[in-house]
């Protein structure tokens, strides 16, 4: 279930693996009395009256979301800025460590064992993450901490398997139920990809296939396999302001 939700599988679809658990388990504690207690009795379903999946945010609602991210937790804001400047997935953002961060090279490393096809991926380290990486102290870590290990966001040496779910919950209790703006956390990321596309002449696609990990040119194959990082000049492109 963490790993659907984590893929971007819809609320209908891990509703339907929550019923088949529950059910299970049901049949477990009546019939074959192994169990007590049925272990996800308490599980709510998700809602399916959701909006378009990966509707962009508005303008106006970033100026709004920004600020109470901050508020309630600015290590989840980081969180968030990994999939709205880096486009990191949920999974991966869960599993990167502070070894991964090359704040001289400015670049991340997503190990080949997180990555869709087993391949490790180089991504340019921009600058509104590393801003926010430092100040948290996030380069002092021990290189085999994990950015985000904890409920509530903070640094550990232990993998928190649950932090999509939690992220996502923590994103619904902010900007959904609390200002009442009803998107995904991950439109974050084609938020800021047509941002980039929109607000720049001559935008470099490339670059953005790379950072989006799609993979339709072949040519995009050699760049990841040479561990070339294609890189954008931040001081002449127009990024959102997250």
């Given at each position: 279930m963490y790993y659907k939700a984590a893929q971007g599988h819809g609320n209908r679809n891990i509703n339907d693996y929550t019923d088949f658990f529950k059910t299970t388990f049901e049949a477990i504690r009546r019939k074959l009395k192994l169990i007590?207690?049925?272990?996800?009795?308490?599980?709510?379903y998700l809602p399916e009256k959701e909006s378009t999946r990966f509707e962009p945010l508005t303008a106006e609602e970033i100026e709004r979301i920004v600020p109470a991210l901050q508020a309630h937790n600015p290590r989840f804001y980081l969180y968030t800025r990994f999939i709205a400047y880096q486009f990191?997935?949920?999974?991966?953002?869960?599993r990167l460590k502070a070894g991964d961060i090359d704040y001289t090279k400015d670049c991340i490393h997503v190990a080949d064992d997180t990555t869709k096809n087993r391949k490790s991926r180089y991504?340019?380290?921009?600058?509104?993450?590393?801003?926010?990486l430092q100040p948290q102290g996030c380069h002092t870590l021990p290189q085999d901490y994990y950015l985000f290990s904890s409920a509530d966001f903070?640094?550990?040496?232990?993998?928190?398997?649950n932090l999509s779910i939690r992220a996502a919950e923590t994103w619904k209790r902010i900007v959904i139920?609390?200002?009442?703006?009803n998107k995904k956390m991950y439109a974050l990321k084609h938020t800021s990809s047509q941002y980039f596309?929109?607000?720049n002449d001559n935008a470099d696609l490339k670059f953005?296939?790379?950072h989006m990990e799609h993979h339709s040119i072949?040519?995009?194959?050699?760049?990841?396999?040479n561990k070339i990082v294609k890189r954008i000049d931040e001081t002449t492109v127009k990024m959102l302001d997250y």
């Open positions: 007590k207690e049925n272990p996800l009795t308490e599980t709510d990191i997935r949920p999974w991966h953002i869960a991504r340019q380290l921009l600058q509104p993450v590393k801003a926010m903070a640094p550990g040496k232990q993998l928190y398997q139920d609390g200002l009442g703006i596309v929109n607000e953005l296939q790379q072949s040519q995009t194959e050699i760049y990841l396999q």
